[in-house]
Nanobody, 121 residues
Framework: QVQLVESGGGLVQAGGSLILSCAAS????????MGWYRQAPGKQRELVAAITRGGSTNYTDAVKGRFTISRSNTKNTMYLQMNSLKPEDSAVYYC???????????????WGQGTQVTVAS
């Protein structure tokens, strides 16, 4: 069984910083692409940033230059460094990953439970 657990959310003032973490545990034979999504009230869930196993990254335009995604393949953990936070960054942030739970290498897609980020103006 695979679990993705996010941590690091909270309340911060505009212009502040937060670091989110996503730890994968359980049957994680291989972890492929990983990403952070967010969903604000009344809005659709959107991709914030993604990272391949090899470290290639991409970001939505709204966070370019402010957020940095990274991962540790040895720790099965992904991070999101969020700087210069704005009130419009407020949302529930979700971790997502393509994981092969066993030696077959067949990938399944998994979601974390989400962590709330609130940026006060």
């Amino acid at each position: 069984q695979v679990q993705l657990v996010e941590s690091g959310g909270g309340l911060v003032q505009a212009g502040g910083s937060l670091i989110l973490s996503c730890a994968a545990s359980g049957s994680t034979f291989s972890i492929d692409d990983m990403g952070w999504y967010r969903q604000a009230p009344g809005k659709q869930r959107e991709l914030v940033a993604a990272i391949t196993r090899g470290g290639s990254t991409n970001y939505t335009d709204a966070v370019k230059g402010r957020f940095t995604i990274s991962r540790s393949n040895t720790k099965n953990t992904m991070y999101l460094q969020m700087n210069s936070l704005k009130p419009e960054d407020s949302a529930v942030y979700y971790c997502n990953a393509d994981i092969a739970p066993d030696w077959s290498g067949l990938l399944d897609n998994y979601w974390g439970q989400g962590t709330q980020v609130t940026v006060a103006s």
